[in-house]
């Protein structure tokens, strides 16, 4: 008896170029299927944009990619083709595969060279940031795509201010520079807990300037005064403390904040200088002089004029010696 394998092994070749030849017929089959325009479709171009819209409505994107590639190649001069290369883009980034948005953000991009003042443009300037927009890694990461994404919004907001897609696109665009943010935030987070503050103030201070509206900011406010406070800056950390209590009605930074808000004026305090009269130097003394303020005070009247001064208790001055004649050495006697 010839088994199974027996046969595969003295007729695999043949077998195996039989397997392939029925793939691809059924493929092309089914491709013919719903590439194959109905008898009786008047515009067939129409029918196609419609089969493709169906089938993205289905979520079935390769057979919505046939249909609108069709119309696309198939039909150059319809209107619909400006509709029908949106919908191989969104049936690309549909797909969710890194390729697809790929080749959906090359259509978006074609879309808008040559259809620039379609009634539809703002919708496909929007789709374009989305193929970054649905690639941005986790903050941890690099965040090239995330630039990208907010390069886009940034140009929907400059060429389509008055669109009906603005709403949707702020949303996300906060999302995107939320995550930058944090990206930056984090490292400086990590230079805190390394205790190398100048590090983590700089990055701090970085989101500060950037991204003043970022949304977890609470926790920038209360790590940044946390830094000064630690190299001795109190003065520029209290106002970040009272950011934090007037811009967050609810945070889980408040009590803590509070409590080196209240450390840092208490610091402040002690710093102050007192709020009685100040107290002036002494003069320098000149040596041997005794200071001023140190004996008793004596109160001296001066003389009428013509008087005689009078006398001070005390043992009386001794009377003024007379000089004695200056008396020249006598010269040695010549010979001695």
Sequence with gaps: MVTSPTILRRHGAPVARLVVLLTLVLAAGCAAKRGNIPAGVTEPDKYLAEQGAAAIADRKWYTAREYYQQLVDGYPQSPLRADAKLGLGDAYLGDGTTEGKLRAEREFQEFLSYFPT?????????????????????????????????????????????????PEVREKERIARDRMSESIYRVGF???????????????????????????????????????????????????????????????????????????????????????????????????????????????????????????????????????????????????
């Excluded at 919708?123 to 965040?143: G, S, V, W």
């Excluded at 995330?146 to 140009?155: D, I, S, Y």
């Excluded at 190299?231 to 934090?244: Q, W």
């Excluded at 004695?324 to 050495?329: G, L, R």
């Design 118 to 166: 379609h009634a539809r443009a703002d919708y496909a300037q929007y789709k374009l940031a989305m193929t970054h927009f649905d690639q941005m890694p986790k903050a941890e990461r690099d965040q090239t795509e995330t630039r990208a994404a907010l390069v886009q919004f940034g140009a929907f907001r400059e060429r389509y201010p008055n669109s009906g897609l603005m």
């Design 190 to 336: 990590y230079y805190h807990r390394s205790r190398w503050y100048p590090g983590a103030i700089s990055r701090f201070r970085q989101v500060l300037q950037e991204d003043p509206q970022f949304t977890n900011r609470d926790a920038l406010y209360y790590y940044l005064a946390d830094s000064l406070v630690t190299i001795k800056r109190d003065a520029e950390a209290l106002p970040l403390l009272e950011k934090l209590k007037q811009e967050f009605e609810q945070s889980e930074f408040l009590e803590k904040g509070e409590t080196l808000a209240a450390q840092i004026r208490s610091t402040l305090a002690q710093q102050a200088p007192s709020q009685g009269t100040p107290l002036l130097e002494a003069p320098q003394q000149a040596p041997g002089v005794a200071p001023a303020g140190t004996g008793p005070t004596i109160s001296v009247t001066a003389p009428p004029a013509g008087a005689a001064p009078a006398s001070r208790p005390g043992p009386a001055p001794a009377a003024p010696t007379t000089p004695s004649a200056t008396v020249k050495p006598t010269p040695p006697a010549a010979g001695l």
